[in-house]
């Protein structure tokens, strides 16, 4: 079946632009996260959801970050104003419930390369 | 911040020999997940062990865990060119992930 895909799966950016990246889940999973990761490190938690509700921003870097699941699915990171520093790659991953164990196994997507110039 | 250190940061061996990953970690965990990711296929689960499990197989991957240490290993026998890739620990404390640094393993023919 389909795994998460995400979408651009490479975005340039010039520093000060606005930039919109999407996740399309696994169907069917409750679970939604986003994670960002730098060159030559693991990836660092951003924000998570379950069904449309934002349970847990708190890794998101500045309030420049900004992410929504409307409708529990699909799921939108929007960067406003980028600066270099942004630069990453945008991880997106489900799982199909909300808890730990066998079912919290996040799927992960081939994630979004951001360069900001 | 990142939780968990992997040990080493690079590991280099010949196919056939096996590789022994290591990671630790700082705080209470529900549940330890060791995961793969190459260019090709992005981050792909591996393998998930419980707090309360010490030792947990999955065809050529081995994973202990050892909770009064707050450490892991995970051991890959008999490795291929194609285990060629970064590996990274993950603790699972409330529904987040956090990763490691990763190892980074480069199998040889």
């Known amino acids: 079946g389909a795994g998460v895909s995400q979408s651009p799966r490479y975005k340039v950016a010039k520093r000060g632009q606005d930039v919109a990246l999407r996740c399309d889940p696994i169907?069917?999973?409750?679970?939604l996260f986003w994670y960002q990761q730098a060159l030559g490190q693991g990836p660092e938690f951003l924000t998570y959801f379950q069904n449309e509700a934002q349970l847990d921003k708190s890794g998101l870097p500045s309030d420049r970050f900004f992410a929504e699941r409307p409708e529990g699915s699909v799921s939108t990171l929007k960067i406003q104003r980028t600066q270099q520093e942004d630069s990453a790659v945008y991880l997106c991953a489900s799982s199909l419930a909300g808890t730990s164990g066998p079912r919290h196994t996040q799927y992960f997507g081939p994630g979004t390369r951001l360069t900001v110039l | 911040s990142q939780q968990g250190e992997e040990d080493p940061q690079a590991l280099s061996i010949q196919e056939g020999e096996n590789a022994t990953m290591n990671c630790s970690y700082k705080t209470s965990i529900n549940n330890l997940q060791w995961y793969r990711q190459n260019s090709g296929r992005g981050l792909v689960h591996l393998i998930l062990?419980?707090?309360?499990?010490r030792e947990k197989h999955s065809g050529r991957l081995r994973v202990t865990l050892d909770t009064s240490k707050k450490s892991s290993s995970l051991l890959i026998t008999a490795s291929r060119a194609a285990d060629t890739a970064s590996y990274f620990c993950?603790?699972?404390?409330?529904?987040?992930?956090?990763f490691g640094k990763g190892t980074s393993l480069l199998v040889t023919p």
């Open positions: 993950a603790t699972d404390a409330l529904g987040a992930l956090n």
């Open positions: 169907s069917g999973h409750v679970s």
């Open positions: 062990i419980r707090s309360n499990e």
